[in-house]
Nanobody, 121 residues
């Protein structure tokens, strides 16, 4: 399974950004897709996840109401609105073979390269 991400850049606080993650090489093995983020010196933080069927989403408390995860064909998106400086991080998309509600990064077998999102005040 290969995950190719795009969309990271610098934006001002209050702005919006959409990250994309294209899945290839075995979408049948990717029943749960998720986004995590990592800031220097901190653990990888769960952001959002969606089942491949699209019928269930879940968000971390810090992004609830501002971020939306969705899927269209083989691409998973993270729409980020009302961005705050504390959203600054490297964002990763991840895939798990199982349908999982686990928010721990260890539950995901496949990872894309990180993309930097910087929110300035």
């Amino acid at each position: 399974v290969r995950l190719v991400r795009s969309g990271g850049r610098s934006v001002q606080a209050g702005g919006s950004l959409r990250l994309s993650c294209e899945v290839s090489g075995g979408t049948f093995s990717s029943n749960t897709m998720a986004w995590f983020r990592e800031n220097s010196g901190k653990d990888r933080e769960f952001v959002a996840r969606i089942f491949w069927s699209g019928d269930s989403t879940y968000y971390g408390d810090s992004v609830k109401g501002r971020f939306t995860i969705s899927r269209d064909k083989n691409t998973v998106y993270l729409q980020m609105n009302s961005l705050k400086p504390e959203d600054t991080a490297v964002y990763y998309c991840a895939a798990a073979h199982a349908y999982t509600a686990d928010v721990d990064a260890s539950a995901y077998e496949y990872w894309g390269q990180g993309t930097q999102v910087t929110v300035s005040s």
